[in-house]
């Protein structure tokens, strides 16, 4: 017997069939499609985590300091690293560029309202290691030195407006005692993890002037940018003798890109296998339905089985009836069920406002596993088929 | 013209094993069918009649013994083989009929040619021209629920001539009709074996359907007592 006649006797028996055959269409489907989307999603996910480094870029390197011991006068003023030392560190071979920068939290007012944001003080290169965007005005300079001048955050800006109908820049904030002329103001700034806090809600002031208005203020973090070719690793170690040379109770805590682009993929592969292998268990279940299915319809057919014997069936046509039937309910099952995984993982990336890409690979991986799964437990049934009696096949009712 | 062997059984033996021991269905039998007879096979119910039947078409294979159809040596075939030639060789007709209830009458007529080695590019016109010799192809389209008792069986008879077969295996072929509808289908098997010369071999507790065949093999608690 040729493909196409037992594809088309395939079709006219699942047709025959219908609410079955839909039943464990459904089954194979509801798999295909949850390990697509869930496979797909995960990678959606990680691919957004990831984004904010292809803006930054993986050259950077993230210090901070803390204190090696607790240490009860640790605010006495030589355990301080100056700007000067600070800005040394950018004398150390492979690094190009150097932010450092200060925290400072006093209540900020303008007009008598209060604006919920922090204080940080920083360098003129700040702006152009993390990628904050002047909307007007200007940023803070060198040459501020200790001027009272601040740059506001995006959302700053935002309520700043909105409180006085104004455009922020020119306006004046009342940071704890003191009076902040606003010089200029930032767009929307792309969040990254090497800054531990959100700009757009902050205001920028000349480091200098942090460190003037509160002795507790120092500087515990600074920003690098490495040349391409730099080895962390020795860059990390020159930074290490550097601090410990003037600095000997602080110790230093090292972040890079690299591996945090790393720890973040790793992670999210971690939790996208996890998500494929939930996926998973629906799609064996799935596959039970078809075996159900197939074990039924054998069951069922068994004269229909003991009549094509008795016309000349061979053992192998039996076999190959019954597993071109589970094989087109998974292949139409599975083809479905990627297109409705790549459908739900659409629909999900422009919830989450997410860049949506297609992925191959779940679609390819999911599809595959469904026929496979298909066939694996289409094939008892099939083999129970072939092994039938013919006489107790047509003796049956 | 010379006879010439069809079917040779030597010390032919069949035991089932049921729950309660041993049954032995066929004993010891020696049988030789030659072609272009008309044979009925009688017995009461459980005389081994069907068992016979089912050793005949490959349906089954004998405990013990030889059987050799068309010079081949059955025990000693692979399913496969015996699948071909039961393909080729065999036509049967059952007492229900046993047609595909999803199938029209000429897709019925044609499912033994699906399973031939190659499939000729006139089936459909072989499978009609079947279905005219049984004079039914008025109603080919038709799927078997839309036809009575005698027209179904019709069809299976076509249905067994399909693959030109050297012998006609019928199992009680009249047991599900009434008379009238019974004695057509006769004069097809008595008309199939004048006029093509086929072999049927005919299953039957019909007196009058033995009554027609030149010869009758009477079964008794598995062993052949008349023939």
Redesign the interface.
């Known amino acids: 017997m040729q493909l196409i006649s037992y594809i088309k006797e395939g079709l006219n028996n699942l047709f025959a069939l219908k609410l079955r055959s839909i039943l464990a269409l459904t089954g194979i489907l509801v798999g295909t499609a949850s390990v697509v989307a869930m496979v797909s999603c995960g990678e959606l996910a990680t691919n957004e985590a990831l984004k904010q480094f292809k803006t930054l870029g993986t050259d950077l390197l993230a210090v901070s300091l803390s204190d090696a011991r607790e240490d009860k006068n640790s605010f006495a003023s030589e355990k301080k690293l100056s700007l000067n030392d600070a800005v040394d560190i950018g004398k150390i071979n492979n690094i190009i560029e150097v932010a450092p920068y200060t925290q400072l939290y006093q209540p900020m007012i303008f007009n008598g309202h209060e604006l919920n944001g922090g204080v940080m003080g920083v360098t003129e290169s700040f702006a152009n290691i993390v990628h904050v965007d002047i909307d007007k005005g200007r940023f803070i300079s060198t040459f501020d030195k200790y001027a009272m001048y601040c740059v506001v955050g995006f959302n700053v800006a935002n309520k700043i407006k909105s409180f006085s109908g104004l455009n922020a820049l020119g306006q004046q904030i009342q940071v704890g005692k003191n009076i902040f002329t606003i010089v200029g103001t930032t767009k929307k700034w792309p969040e990254n993890s090497f800054v531990y806090a959100n700009i757009d809600n902050a205001i920028m002031v000349p480091i200098l002037t942090t460190m003037a208005l509160s002795k507790y203020t120092s500087i515990n973090n600074i920003i690098l940018r490495l040349s391409p070719d730099a080895k962390i690793k020795i860059v990390q170690d020159n930074i290490n003798n550097y601090i410990s040379e003037r600095l000997a109770s602080k110790q230093t805590f090292f972040r890079s890109a690299e591996e945090l682009v790393a720890r973040m993929a790793k992670q999210s592969q971690i939790f996208t296998v996890f998500l494929g292998l939930i996926g998973s268990i629906s799609l064996i279940v799935g596959g039970i339905g078809v075996m159900n299915i197939m074990l039924v319809s054998v069951v069922e057919r068994r004269r229909e089985i003991g009549i094509r014997i008795a016309v000349g069936a061979k053992k192998t046509d039996i076999k190959k009836l019954f597993l071109i039937e589970a094989i087109m309910l998974s292949l139409l099952g599975g083809a479905l069920g990627v297109f409705l995984g790549v459908l739900i993982s659409l629909i999900m990336s422009k919830i989450w406002h997410w860049e949506f890409t297609f992925f191959l690979l779940p679609p390819l991986v999911g599809f595959t596993v469904s026929v496979a799964i298909g066939v694996f437990f289409g094939f008892y049934p099939v083999y129970n088929a072939s092994q039938m009696n013919p006489i107790d096949a047509l003796k049956s009712d | 013209m010379k006879l010439q062997s069809l079917v040779n059984f030597e010390n032919l033996n069949k035991i089932y094993q049921a729950d309660h021991g041993k049954f032995h269905a066929l004993k010891n039998i020696n049988l030789k069918i030659n072609k272009g007879e008309l044979i009925a096979v009688v017995g009461a119910s459980g005389s081994g009649k069907s068992t016979l039947m089912?050793i005949l078409?490959f349906?089954?294979r004998p405990t013990s013994g030889k059987y050799i159809f068309l010079e081949n040596e059955v025990s000693k075939l692979k399913?496969?083989k015996l699948?071909?030639i039961?393909?080729?060789k065999i036509g049967?007709v059952?007492q229900s009929f046993?047609?595909?209830p999803?199938l029209s009458a000429l897709q019925n007529v044609m499912?033994?040619i699906?399973?031939?080695d190659k499939?000729s590019k006139n089936a459909k016109q072989q499978a009609l021209s079947m279905l005219q010799k049984v004079g039914i192809n008025h109603l080919a389209s038709n799927k078997p629920k839309q036809l009575s008792g005698g027209q179904q069986q019709r069809v299976a008879i076509a249905?067994s001539l399909i693959?030109d077969p050297e012998v006609i295996l019928a199992d009680e072929p009249t047991g599900a009709l009434d008379s009238k509808t019974s004695s057509d289908v006769m004069d097809l098997f008595l008309k199939l074996n004048k006029e093509e010369k086929r072999t049927i071999i005919i299953v039957t507790h019909d007196k009058e359907v033995s009554r027609l065949c030149n010869r009758i093999i009477t079964l008794e608690d598995g062993a052949i007592v008349e023939n």
């Open positions: 089912n078409g349906l089954d399913d496969e699948s071909e039961r393909n080729k049967f059952f046993f047609l595909l999803r499912l033994p699906q399973y031939r499939i249905r693959n």
